[in-house]
């Protein structure tokens, strides 16, 4: 009878790819063979939850291990060490720890870092060596006024990525150098100034504007949350990409009605290759509702997130009419739920009234709970439609 030691070690591996990570941390310290099978497993994901956890990491970890890392959670909250006290500073432990990290993680699929205290610009050259980085994500854990990410300096990073095909951003600051309209204009938008000093970038040169992402060749899904989307150049700069999925949400600061424009004026530009979208702002332009003159031509999933204004969803579902729709996923927050449910249940009355044509590809609307995180939690509802 076969005993685990006579396996052969791709057999073993397997084994040990399909047990939870709390039971492959006890396998491994069965022995020096069961802990040298297990590195690769043990350190694919890899999260750490502040300054000190970085510093830890780097500290305890031999750095002959980071090329097991596929998925990096990075957060850089965390007190600083007192000699980094000034202000110009404050910023270097954490770029400098990120850095260490970057340098010898080379296998890296997925980054996500959540930014508090600024980040460096001596940080981007690193993402250039990168080339297995699929999927990366930006997000600003400060206040935009108190600390803001420049839209040069996200822009720079993800367009040095060689690979890059998933980018999320959340909580980016537009640059004056970028929208000088925004100065001193009322409803006084965050904006950063001084972030003149980031390079120029190879392909994309100075115009490290939010729009300059669309040229990225091989981007794929493009994620932008709680951040200014009124840079004009969305309508003028010529995609690169094409874009198969996107995921975008007005500023806090402007009202729902601008935010609507803002993402209109971003749809109408790189619809016509979007296969899924997900929407926190009404679409309120009539083109939308034909075929012949949506910029969604092939759009076939929507998902309306928990920040939806529920007094436009129902016109959002019909003015959408003119797209290939099959799937509507609604997501609300537990106290929204009735008011969502009558407006699904008023768009199906509308969908009836209106004939075959109207949504003629729509077979299902999926109703779930949101949880804080904004992913579906329990409680989920399918509509099959017939």
């Known amino acids: ?36 099978l297990c590195l690769p497993i043990t350190f694919k994901y890899v999260k750490l939850n502040n300054v000190e956890a970085m510093q830890a990491f780097l500290a305890h970890v031999p750095t002959a291990f980071y090329h097991y890392v596929h998925r990096l959670e990075v957060f850089t909250m965390g007190s600083l060490p007192t000699n980094a006290a000034p202000a110009e500073k404050a910023i270097s432990p954490r770029t400098d720890a990120l850095v260490s990290l970057l340098r010898d993680c080379t296998n890296l699929r997925q980054l996500s870092l959540k930014i508090s205290g600024g980040l460096a610009t001596h940080v981007i050259p690193y993402f250039s060596r990168l080339d297995n980085l699929k999927q990366l994500s930006i997000s600003n854990e400060d206040s935009e006024r108190d600390a803001p990410i420049s ?4 822009v720079s990073i993800a367009a040095s990525v ?18 000088p309209d925004l100065i001193n204009v009322y409803p006084l938008i965050p904006l950063v100034a001084g972030d003149d000093n980031i ?3 190879p392909e994309l040169g100075s115009a490290l504007c939010l729009p300059s992402l669309l040229r990225i060749p091989s981007l794929k899904k493009l994620t ?11 309508l003028t700069t010529p995609p690169a990409c094409h874009l198969e999925a996107i995921d975008l949400s007005g500023c806090s ?11 209109e004026r971003i749809i109408s530009a790189i619809g016509p290759t979007v296969v899924e979208a997900s929407l926190s702002t009404a679409i309120l332009g009539a083109p939308f509702a034909r075929p012949s003159s949506t910029p969604f031509k092939r759009l076939r999933k929507l998902t309306i997130s928990p920040y939806f204004p529920i007094e436009s969803v129902v016109d959002t579902m019909t003015n959408l009419s003119g797209s290939p729709i099959d799937t509507i996923s609604v997501q609300c927050f537990a106290d929204d739920v009735a008011d969502i449910r009558s407006a699904v249940k ?14 003629q590809n729509l077979t299902q609307i999926n109703v779930s709970v949101a949880a804080c995180d904004m992913k579906p939690g329990n409680g989920a509802e399918v509509i099959g439609i017939a």
Do not use: C
């Not at 839209?151 to 996200?154: F, K, T």
């Open 1 to 36: 009878m076969p005993t685990w030691h006579s396996l052969p070690t791709e057999m073993k591996i397997a084994v040990v790819q399909l047990l939870p990570i709390d039971d492959v941390k006890r396998f491994s310290k069965a022995s020096q063979g069961m802990y040298t």
């Open 151 to 154: 839209e040069r300096l996200v």
């Open 162 to 179: 060689p690979n890059l095909e998933e980018l999320t951003l959340d909580r980016i600051s537009r640059s004056t150098l970028h929208a």
């Open 199 to 201: 390079d120029d970038h």
């Open 224 to 234: 932008i949350r709680d951040t200014h989307l009124g840079d004009s150049l969305w």
């Open 253 to 263: 600061y402007e009202t729902d009605d601008v935010n609507s424009l803002f993402v």
């Open 346 to 359: 008023d768009f199906l009355s509308l969908r009836i009234e209106s004939g075959l044509e109207f949504h």
